[in-house]
């Protein structure tokens, strides 16, 4: 009877336990979690919160307002004084034992399993500024190759694809692509639009994943091209990749050899944002001469985002920032938010992984 009172606490316990066994023990991580378990329990999720034709957080919510009313009414009927003193404590230890248990057992022991970067035997290093310039050249070029094919003229592009489109095509092209790896392929994520609009970017995110339904969400009033990416980023999250900046890698790689030349555009569009970000804060100088010979076209759309993730201010971007970085460092991730802006350095790794596979055949 005693420990029936307390299960929930016991079992966030001993998922922190096995969380810092799982930190010491990449390979069995690997293993036993991300190969054996996790898979099964996308399984479950698949087929049951994920069929849902709207965001199951919705269901989640209710529940805790039932239980939140439920404790309530309970504590109310107490009479001993004691027991009084007792329950407030014993139902925050075990909400918070169970919130742990489920976290970590539904999606957050992937943390712990061995990187992504480590399993494609990729060495991103910090890049030199000559070699910065010369990677957003190259990228320049990709984006007005793949523009022209989208749109004759420097005009906004009139043809983007539909939400549900890209949501099955990212999602089969990022398949194919882990099974070929033999990396946690297994499952049918998917990412919902999460409504009232703008709510997720009053809260300063785009978009995130719902480890307790297996889903992901993001806001509607996102610029179709940060919509392209930050859906495919999402996906990662659902086929078992936690750190954000191998998570950025994998949306640039599946959207950027995509069959759909606007998921291409989105994804290139996305690595020359986060390239000229890392010029800027390395050299300003370079950083406006560069700016300043971007083709007409690419620079109307990077204004065009700019515009759009400008118009609904979050209620405190320092908070929303400050909070995301200490969640991420308190789940292994050294580098807190600074790992989203790893994608140049891990797109070239990969570039010149490919390079050099070339050369030797």
Known sequence: MGFSRWVGGYLGLLAIV????????????????????????????????????????????????YMGYRSI???????IRRKKLIFLPRVLINFFGWIIFLFLILWGYNYYRIPLYQH??????????????????????????IRRGLQADSSAIAKVPEFSLQNSLIRQEMKDLLNSWGHSWRG?????????????????????????????????SLH??????????????????????EANFMAWLVCSESKHPYIQYAATMKLFRYQLNGLYKVNEDNYSNFVGKIPKAIKRDIKEIQTSNSAIKPFSLELSRRSNDLYLKSQGVREGVNSYAQLPMLAHAWKTKNRQAAKAN
């Open 120 to 145: 494609l035997s990729l060495n991103p290093e910090p890049l030199p500024i000559e070699l910065l310039l010369e990677e957003m050249e190259a990228t320049q070029e990709s984006l007005l190759s």
């Open 224 to 245: 179709p091209l940060e919509k392209s990416f930050t859906m495919a980023h999402e996906l990662a999250h659902g086929f078992g990749i936690t750190n954000e900046g």
């Open 18 to 65: 096995l969380r810092f066994l799982a930190e010491l023990n990449p390979h069995l991580t690997e293993k036993w979690y991300s190969i054996t378990i996790f898979p099964l329990v996308r399984a479950v999720l698949d087929y049951s919160f994920i069929l849902l034709p709207f965001p199951a957080f919705y269901l989640i919510l209710l529940l805790l307002l």
């Open 73 to 79: 009414q309970s504590y109310g009927k107490i009479k």
């Open 188 to 220: 049918k994520p998917l990412v919902k639009q999460f409504y009232p609009v703008g709510s997720l970017r009053k809260l300063g995110i785009f978009g995130i994943y719902f480890p307790f339904t297996g889903e992901a969400y993001l806001d509607p």
